[in-house]
């Protein structure tokens, strides 16, 4: 028998049984947009009545589901073997018919093959997201990309990603949905913040008072432009400031070094600091006067720069991908040309030389902005209107 994990032999409540399921299925679950989106779906389908189940490798964020009291099962589907993911097959035919699944929703390459395969053989509803402009290549690269394709309905993650789509695949533009991202406005929310949340990190970060904070959120790799927000930060020669580089640096301790040696040479020892992953990033970006996205590849969305406006922070970002839909250019934050370090410089010190008063004007307005296109509430009720329209077809 296969083992397809010990959520998996549970069995299914009599209260779950006549009740639409969707299985959502990703790489992992340790960290990141993908993951996060997973997760808020099956809150909001559990919220709703229905039967959210979730296939992954596993990580860090099971916790999480398992606190909601949502079915997690693991199986090897981040694997790109295609012995693996042909095995994933029989094991993902197994769960649906088991649980009575009605619509398997992937939402990442590697393990969308094996689901696809598993769609077509139980003939269930088949649901794809794009989250990010993948990189074309060879036949053989562009035939891996073209199974997000294969989905009843498409859900683009935003504009840029369904103007990608059909730029460069073959593709019925009727099938494409686009539902950008939502951030958790309860959640990031200057209001929820209580003051010892953010002493608490002030304290284990040993900052300063009084000091403007300026703050890079997001994991320690090249794509996230680290160098040029140093640089940028050097000809910010007589500022008072403190710069954070908030993200995981696992695996990345060469990265890390070669940031800590640039910092170093550019005269900034104690003013650029490294802090590595947090858990309360929330309560972080309370600490933040301006919020910097200085990524060199375009994003499909960009979560980070929507999270910083729910909190009232003004962003600076480099003018592509999601950003130039989720930022208000003047208003809500700066749009700086790619790798643009004299442009991300003026942009830093017109932040940090607002005013209060027209500090507190982006504030409002930067929230308002989230809360009435980018609330999770509008992704969770949008994406169910796809399953809900796939099911009405069905009946």
Known sequence: MNNLGSEHNTPLPASERHHPTVLQILPSLNGGGVERGTIEMASALKEKGWVPIVVSSGGVMEQELKRMGVR????????????????????????????????????????????????????????TTFHAAYTRGGLLKNYYNSVMLKGEKVIAISEFIAAHILENYNIDPGKIVTIPRGVDCRK?????????????????????????VVMLPGRLTRLKGHTTFIEALARLEHRNFLALMVGSTEGREAYTAELNSLIQQR?????????????????????????????????????????AQAMGRP???????????????????????????????????????????????????????????????????STIGVYESLLADSD
């Not at 012995?83 to 390459?109: C, K, P, Y």
């Not at 990031?188 to 403007?212: C, G, Q």
């Open 188 to 212: 990031f929310n200057p209001a929820a913040i209580n003051a010892e949340r953010v002493i608490k990190i002030a304290r284990d970060w040993s900052l300063p008072d009084d000091i403007p």
């Open 267 to 307: 005269g900034l020892e104690g003013k650029v600091q490294i802090k590595g992953h947090c858990d309360d990033m929330a309560g972080a970006l309370m600490l933040s006067d301006v919020v910097v996205s200085a990524t060199t590849v375009p994003e499909g969305f960009g979560r980070i720069a929507v999270e």
């Open 315 to 381: 962003v600076i970002a480099t003018a592509h991908g999601g950003s130039m839909e989720t930022i208000i250019d003047g208003e809500t934050g700066w749009l700086v040309p790619v790798g643009d370090i004299d442009a991300m410089s003026a942009a830093l010190a017109a932040a940090l030389d607002m005013p209060v008063e027209a500090r507190e004007a982006v504030a409002v307005q930067a929230r308002e902005h989230v809360m009435s296109k980018y609330a999770i509430e509008k992704m969770c009720a």
């Open 72 to 127: 997690h099962i693991t199986l090897p589907v981040a694997s790109k073997n295609p012995w693996i993911m042909r095995r994933n097959v029989g094991r993902l035919a197994q769960i649906v018919t088991e649980f009575d699944v009605d619509i398997i929703h992937a939402r990442s390459r590697a393990p969308a093959w094996s689901a696809y395969a598993t769609a077509r053989k139980t003939r269930k509803h088949f649901v």
